[in-house]
């Protein structure tokens, strides 16, 4: 965990953040922006700056050097000023790149969507005519084509967009197809809609990310093909500049008067990686998944405040004792908090239940213990937490991780994202054991095999031999708690292991973590949102609401007698069988305000 060393105060969601603001977050994204901003504002000022003729020559003034006096960036070899022919080289240049980007990426956005959507026949008839393209290097099909056409810009133009069509219709194709035959495009059919305008209205905005970053990526590229061509003099035609023959023009003073060549250079750079950085905000921001009020993407470590407090540990016996916890979400100079003075224990061979609707902090508490707070935007303010007698707050990163899976384990709530889809369950269970133990492969083989079995997978020895995907839902949990026990962890935190499955599944996955926890003499942290999960396997119970610990106790008592109103609403929502009417009358006393609709 890394520290801050300052921390701001908390203050109120200023409510949706715009794209403007989502855009000027992302630094590099911000810079590419302002720069790409400048040279377009310059490019397009260029007819009404007092520039001098950039086709004008003066062999009198050949080869000033740059800041010369009425020649600021120097001439050229024939006398024209450098500086005039930059900008409208540049201003030329740009115009074809994006001109030829979005020829490119209407073509090839469109085929990609059309292979994607129909599949079948026409995908594969589609893919065979792009991998055609494809075989040939884009830079000699563009060099053919242009011989073809014959020299000249708009020649270049054509050739440099349809060399480019199959990099998007690959890139979008591969998109189209994950997106199909998903739940949404399911019933956007099923609503009546056509075709057509499925592909409009339900693929193509899942795209179109894709299809943004792509152009940012290929509109460099191909301003850095026009300039191939125009340095080959297969572009621009002289005395017509544009930033490749610039380049073609000076190379022959390269050594003699080397700003001839690096001015234009230099300029292409500018521009390629200014697009580029530019290219990846807008793609963040076109993503709704993306706006999470800050565009850093997580570092390895969670954040921990270099000034926050550290209470002294109050329950010596505890496995894992928690005191004081603070954790916030950063927004800028915003701060949301989301943990707030959270202070629990676990003994060993003991049970505790952390119960809360969603959204009350229950899994960042968790996720608090082992330092896996994404950072940014989340930050450990205050407080301590005690793993037997560290504080993994304070150790080296070097032994946070060695304590990982063999002091504290977890149960992810759904096992389908946590487990790799590509490698078998059995070699995922014998990575989780050869973390901490050195075993040959055939033993770890085996010790695997018996996880396998003892948390009840039938023919286990044949199942650790499937992928994820081969399994049920409760099969997949199973195999995750396997994980959970290769290293025999004093500790097991289950972030609603049991929220993704069925009643019957559910039943045995609990009835499974009980008697391991029995067995074992472990102690088990169990994260839920159900009185009644609660009630069957916890012995003690903390009851959270806005990130708070509003009520602890034991099971029993808080089930008999519960003193906070929050937690007399969440046992009320618990049904029973045979109350029938009567339950929406006991939880219309506990609304009152919804009486008369549950009524």
Known sequence: ?????????????????????????????????????????????????????????????????????????????????????????????????FTATLIAALLGSAIGIVAGYVGGRTDNAIMRGIDMLMAFPYILLALAIVAALGPGLMNALYAIAIVNIPFFARNVRGVTLGYAHREFVDAARLSGKGHLSVMFTEVLPNVAPVIVITMSTTAGWMILETAGLSFLGLG???????????????????????????????????????????????????????????????????????????????QSDAVVCIEGLE??????????????????????????????????????????????????????????????????????????????????????????????????????????????????????????????????????????????????????????????????????????????LDVTVQARILELLRDLQRERGMALLFITHDFGVVSEICDRVAVMKDGEIVETGETRAVLANPQHDYTKRLIACVPELGTGVAFLDRVAKIFPRQKTEVS
């Not at 800041?67 to 001439?75: E, I, K, P, V, Y």
């Not at 000076?250 to 697009?275: D, E, K, N």
């Open 236 to 314: 621009a035609q002289p005395p017509q500049a544009d930033l490749g023959s610039m380049l073609g023009e000076g190379r022959a003073q390269l050594f003699t008067a080397p700003h001839v060549s690096i001015v234009p250079g230099v300029m292409i750079f500018l521009i390629v990686i200014s697009l580029n950085v530019l290219g990846d905000g807008i793609r963040d921001i076109l993503d709704p998944r993306l706006r999470s009020g800050a565009l850093a993407r997580p570092g390895p470590v969670t954040e921990v405040a270099a000034d926050r407090s550290i209470p002294a540990r109050s």
């Open 1 to 97: 965990m890394t520290p801050v060393s300052e921390t701001s105060a908390p203050s109120a969601a200023s409510g949706r953040i715009t794209s403007w603001r989502l855009l000027l977050n992302n630094r590099l994204a911000a810079a590419g922006l302002l720069l790409i901003g400048l040279i377009a504002v310059l490019i397009l000022l260029v007819p009404v700056l007092p520039l001098p003729d950039p086709d004008a020559t003066a062999p009198a003034d050949r080869l000033k050097p740059v800041f010369s006096a009425g020649h600021l960036l120097g001439t050229d070899q024939l006398g024209r000023d450098i500086l005039s022919r930059l900008l409208w080289g540049t201003r030329l240049s740009v115009t074809v790149g």
């Open 327 to 500: 954790t916030v979400f950063r927004n800028g100079s915003e701060i949301s908090p989301a943990v707030n003075g959270v202070s629990l224990h676990v003994k060993r061979g003991e049970c505790l239940g952390l119960i809360g609707e969603s959204g009350s902090g229950k899994s960042v508490t968790a996720l608090s213990v082992m330092g896996l707070v994404a950072s940014p935007p989340g930050v450990i303010r205050n407080g301590a937490i005690y793993v037997g007698d560290e504080d993994v707050l304070s150790i080296p990163q070097t032994r946070l991780i060695s304590l990982r899976g063999s002091r504290v384990a977890y149960v992810f709530q759904d096992p389908l994202t946590t487990l790799h889809p590509m490698y078998p369950v059995g070699r995922q269970v014998e990575e989780a054991i050869a973390a901490h133990q050195s075993l040959g492969a055939s033993e770890r083989r085996e010790k695997a095999i018996a996880l396998l079995e003892k948390v009840g997978i039938p023919d286990p020895r044949e199942r650790a031999k499937h992928y994820p995907h081969q399994l049920s839902g409760g099969q997949r949990q199973r195999i995750g708690i396997a994980m959970a026990l290769a290293n025999d962890p004093d500790v097991i935190i289950a972030d609603e292991p049991t929220t993704a």
